[in-house]
Structures are given as structure tokens and as C-alpha cells.
């Protein structure tokens, strides 16, 4: 697994620091770290020049949309993973609200099976809640006196607000049901179903994209995340909520958060806001949605004083031709995959954080939240997942330079800093981006060739 590699002279990111150093890694794992340097290549030894680049590790998204079963033409499991290394994401965790929706150990072992021949990168996959799956949740993950998840199975995907699938668990017997007797984490996309139907009549004849922040207002999220966080308590289960949007969710959660809780919040989130979503129309449409400015302040807040433990993309495709129907036809969601650390690392560029902050939230965080083995941090003994990155070029993404099947991103136009240049998943290269090369890279293995089911704690 993996071949002897050595990356030398690079700027490694690792214990909330950046130290000059080389790093080595045989059979997938990493042998060696040397601040300073001072490694000798071994015979038969790939060599890598780092100068001039950070050494991170692989990122790890924890909730993107990959489309498989159903809808190919949109994203599968095997498009969506080379996205992935593009954008030096080396592990996913996929969503179960599919064609048809992933509730069961079948489907479970059909994606995993999938990804095995496809994917070229690490993988999990969630599965779905419905109001009567609960032998098929128990089968995935365990029961509250006796934990079990499954390898590949990274926690149970709850929607308590009707979004884009055919998911939806706002019953409060059945939410007490799952959240007792169930193990593992649950996963909530936290926008409340009766507020939203309540409010749908006073926007029905809108079509204006500012409409979709009004309906699904800061409060429908609010009240979500305040009955998730109870239960959570009630029944003592590890939660997680889902792409964070709101100054007011964020503040609460700030001052009554318990340690059963985690939280993400997405780039995109922590980029646009409502002149953007004005500018760039049902690109920038997703659920929850865009907001504010004032919200994607307080996200950053949040994001910096520890409230929010980690970033995921919510990568969720639709093609330009449903994004032209306009609001509010066109389909909520937007790929972001293999754009998220390059956005995350030009923030940081530009002194809205720093490298090793962005280390924090988008390698370590997820792999802390969901317990994942071996994965998020360069040290000795841990999976050789890797990505060098380039902090002093930028590149101006297009719409043609994508991996995602759908072939457009909610950046285009914008430059961007950090672009990997070296992708590595347990030790072997799997996507490189040359300079003068094209933007989008290549992809180096065959599928299936690279990656594994994540194990998790």
C-alpha cells in the first residue's frame, strides 16, 4: 500500500505550527517527520522537491452530495472522489438523500462496493433516517448499549427540514426513537419543518433569489438546533449540526453548546453574502441558505473562538441547466468539493486566519468529530494522506477547469490561493497540478486503485 515517498525542504504544517522540514512516509503511514530536514532518499525512493510549498494533510470532507444512486448526470461516487483530489480532499463522508435514498445495509454495502471500484479517494457514507428504519440504523451504527458502526459507516444522516431529497424525520416520537436507541453520531440538517411550511404562503409568488433567505429565516434554523441540542441532552447521543448559516444559531450555540455537540460550518458561507447571492442568482441558492453579512461575521467569530468545530462543503450539484429555471425552480445546492481548501487557504492569505487554523478545521475537526482513524494530522504512525500546496500563486478558476460531473462552481471568476499541487492518499500521488498546466491538474491512478473504507472509533 503505497509507495516509499520523500518530500524534502517543505513548509509542514503540524502541531498548530510551521516548521521547514522533510517528511517520509512507506507502505502508506508515515515513517518520519524532520523539522530542519536532513532525510536521505532511500534507493527506489520517490522524491519530491517541497521548497517553496506547505506540507498539510489531506482534508477531510464530512458532508458532501455525491448522487449515486440516481442522478450520474449530476455527480457519482467515482466523479465526485477525483474532485476531491483535486481540491486536496483526500476523505469524504457521502449523504444518503439519494435516488433511491440510502436507509438500509444494502444500500450501505452498494456504495461501499462502488467506491471500492471508483473512488480514488478515502470514503464513509451515512446513512438516512426515516421515521420507521430504526432496525436498519441499529444495524449500521449499534444500539445505545452496545456501539457497533460499521467500517465505511460514519453515522446516521437526520433532515429535520425538508430540503432537495425525499428525507424527512420531523415527528417528535420517532426523533425520540432514533436518538435513543441509536449509537454513534447523528447528523442533523437543522432547519424546522413547520416553520418553513407556515411561511411558504407569504412567498409563493416570489421570484426574486432574495426571497429564499426571508422564507428559510435565521429563526426556522435557530428552532431546529435548539430541539436537536435537547435531544442530544435528553438521551445523552452525540450530535452533530450541519452547515451552520446564522449569527443566531452560532451565538447560541456559543453559550449552550454541551460536549455531546459538535458543529461545521461551510466556505461558501464564510465567503458570500446577500450582494454576492444578488450577483451570482440560484448559483449561490443551497439550504439552509446564504445569508448576511452580519452572519457571516459572526460565523467567522464563531469560527475562531471554538464554537464551530469544523468546515464541510455541503458539495451538492445541480446542473446549469436546472440553475437557469431561476428562483425558485432551480434546485438548492452547489458543488464546492474541490474548491473548499483553496478558498479556506486564499482567507487565510489574506489574513482573515491562518494556515494552521485552516489545518484545524478542515483536518483535524472533522476527523475529531467523527472519530476517524488514523486520518488529520501529519504525524508519525498516521496515514500518509498529504497535499502540497502553493501559497504564492493564484489561480482564476473557471467553470471548465472542474472535476465535478455538472462542470461549473459558485467561484468562478474569483482568483484563488493554495492550490494543491500534490495530492497523496496513503502514500501514493494520486492528482498533480504543474505550473502553466491547466487549472483542473491530472489524475495520476486508475480508479478503485487508491483509497479505503474510513475506519471509525
Known amino acids: 500500500m503505497g ?7 517543505a513548509e509542514m504544517v503540524f502541531d498548530s505550527k510551521v516548521a521547514l522540514g522533510d517528511l517520509r512516509s512507506t507502505a502508506g503511514v508515515i515513517e518520519a517527520i524532520a523539522p530542519g530536514g536532513g532525510l536521505t532518499p532511500r534507493e527506489g525512493e520517490v522524491v519530491i522537491d517541497g521548497e517553496g510549498l506547505h506540507l498539510l494533510p489531506g482534508a477531510i470532507d464530512p458532508q458532501v452530495h455525491f448522487r449515486e444512486p440516481g442522478q450520474p448526470e449530476k455527480e457519482d461516487i467515482g466523479s465526485g472522489s477525483m474532485a476531491a483530489a483535486a481540491g486536496g480532499v483526500t476523505a469524504f463522508l457521502d449523504m444518503p438523500n439519494n435516488v433511491p435514498s440510502a436507509t ?3 444500500a450501505m454495502r452498494a456504495k461501499l462496493g462502488s467506491a471500492a471500484t471508483n473512488a480514488v479517494t478515502h470514503h464513509g457514507f451515512f446513512i438516512g433516517a426515516t421515521s420507521d428504519n430504526l432496525g436498519e440504523l441499529q444495524a449500521a451504527v449499534g444500539t445505545a448499549d452496545e456501539p457497533g458502526p460499521k467500517e465505511g ?5 437526520v433532515f429535520m427540514g425538508s430540503s432537495t431529497g425525499n428525507l424527512l424525520v420531523d415527528d417528535q416520537s420517532a426523533l425520540e426513537m432514533i436518538f435513543s436507541q441509536t449509537a454513534g453520531v447523528i447528523a442533523v440538517h437543522a432547519e424546522d419543518e413547520g416553520r418553513l411550511k407556515e411561511r411558504r404562503p407569504n412567498f409563493e409568488e416570489r421570484t426574486d433569489v432574495a426571497a429564499h433567505a426571508e422564507w428559510r429565516d435565521s429563526e426556522t434554523a435557530l428552532i431546529a438546533t435548539q430541539r436537536a441540542s435537547k435531544l442530544s441532552n435528553d438521551h445523552d447521543h452525540r450530535l452533530h449540526i450541519l452547515h451552520l448559516t446564522s449569527a443566531l444559531e452560532a451565538d447560541w450555540l456559543a453559550g449552550n453548546k454541551s460536549d455531546l455537540v459538535t458543529t461545521e460550518v461551510c466556505p461558501q458561507h ?3 453574502d446577500q450582494d454576492d ?3 451570482r442568482d440560484t448559483r449561490l441558492i443551497m439550504n439552509p441558505p446564504i445569508r448576511y453579512s452580519e452572519d457571516r461575521d459572526a460565523l467567522w467569530n464563531r469560527l475562531s473562538d471554538g464554537t464551530i468545530d469544523c468546515i464541510a462543503t455541503d458539495h451538492a450539484p445541480h446542473t446549469l441547466e436546472n440553475k437557469a429555471l431561476g428562483f425558485p425552480k432551480a434546485h438548492a445546492g452547489m458543488p464546492g468539493v474541490e474548491t473548499s481548501l483553496p478558498v479556506m487557504l486564499t482567507h487565510a492569505a489574506d489574513g482573515k486566519c491562518s494556515i494552521p487554523d485552516v489545518v484545524r478545521w478542515m483536518c483535524e475537526g472533522p476527523s475529531r468529530v467523527y472519530e476517524i482513524q488514523g486520518k488529520g494530522r501529519l504525524q508519525e504512525g498516521m496515514d500518509a494522506d498529504l497535499v502540497l500546496v502553493d501559497m504564492e500563486s493564484s ?3 473557471s467553470d471548465a477547469d472542474t472535476w465535478t460531473r455538472v462542470g461549473w462552481t459558485a467561484y468562478e471568476g474569483i482568483p484563488l490561493t493554495g492550490w494543491p499541487v500534490c495530492t497523496v492518499v496513503d502514500g501514493t500521488i494520486v492528482h498533480s497540478r504543474t505550473a502553466g498546466g491547466p487549472n483542473s491538474g491530472e489524475i495520476l491512478v486508475e480508479p478503485g486503485s487508491v483509497g479505503r473504507a474510513l475506519r471509525f472509533a
Do not use: N, P, W, Y
Open 104 to 106: 438500509s445495509m444494502e
Open 395 to 397: 489561480r482564476t478558476i
Open 270 to 272: 464564510l465567503t458570500f
Open 3 to 9: 509507495q516509499s515517498l520523500l518530500i524534502r525542504d
Open 277 to 279: 447571492v444578488a450577483e
Open 153 to 157: 459507516v460514519c453515522g446516521i444522516k
